[in-house]
């Protein structure tokens, strides 16, 4: 089965850049899709195909692919933005696969 | 815009079934496909099935084959999730989620449901 890793938690400072990582096999030639989830809400998509944005979402969120890693950037970061933030891929012999999460703090 | 409304939560007790309900507006709903996703305390999220809303058909995750039965209600623009034979391990909180234009992402989500199994 296809696994997505991620790391646990990212800090960040107000105003500066934050990236979180998705690692898996070959994880450049699938679509790479982002979510933000806060707690009590509906989770969002923030990116979808490795680096398009849904409308409303910010500018400021970009992604990006590489290799085995997809990332997530977060320019000038807000406390608004504190949430986890999940990758998500499909692959062929698992269908629908998530990452575990990042939980990032804006301290 | 779009929504989607889920059901209240529940509580079960082990070896009961759950039927988690899922009204969507906004949008045509027989254009779109309906996920089911779940995480579990501490879990990642978990993909279980969709159905495609316009035709019925279904797929569902290795993992849940055979307990898992997702429908829909094309008159009341509703998707529906049962999960039969539950154990304390499907605790968790249940989101339906609807896909996008490129089929392989989930566009919109709904707050999710509680689901607690416990005797």
């Known amino acids: 089965s296809y696994v997505l890793t991620q790391p646990p938690s990212v800090s960040v400072a107000p105003g500066k850049t934050a990236r979180i990582t998705c690692g898996g096999h070959n994880i450049g030639s699938k679509g790479v899709h982002w979510y933000q989830q806060k707690p009590g809400q509906a989770p969002v998509m923030v990116i979808y195909y490795d680096r398009d944005r849904p409308s409303g979402i910010p500018e400021r969120f970009s992604g990006s692919t590489s290799g085995n890693t997809a990332t997530l950037t977060i320019s000038r970061v807000e406390v608004g933005d504190e949430a986890d933030y999940h990758c998500q891929v499909w692959d062929s012999s698992s269908d629908w696969v998530f990452g575990g999460g990042t939980i990032l703090t804006v301290l | ?119």
């Open chain 2, 1 to 119: 815009q779009v929504q989607l409304v889920q059901s209240g939560a529940e509580v079960k007790k082990p070896g009961a079934s759950v039927k988690v309900s899922c009204k969507a507006s906004g949008y045509t709903f027989t254009d779109y496909p309906i996920h089911w996703v779940r995480q579990a305390p501490g879990q990642r999220l978990e993909w279980m099935g969709y159905i495609k809303a316009g035709n019925g058909d279904t797929k569902y995750s290795q993992r849940f084959q055979g307990r898992v039965t997702i429908t829909r209600d094309t008159s009341a623009t509703t998707g529906y999730m049962e999960l039969s034979s539950l154990r304390s391990e499907d605790t968790a909180l249940y989101f339906c989620a609807r896909g996008g234009n490129g089929w392989y992402e989930l566009a919109y989500w709904g707050r999710g449901t509680q689901v607690t199994v416990s005797s």
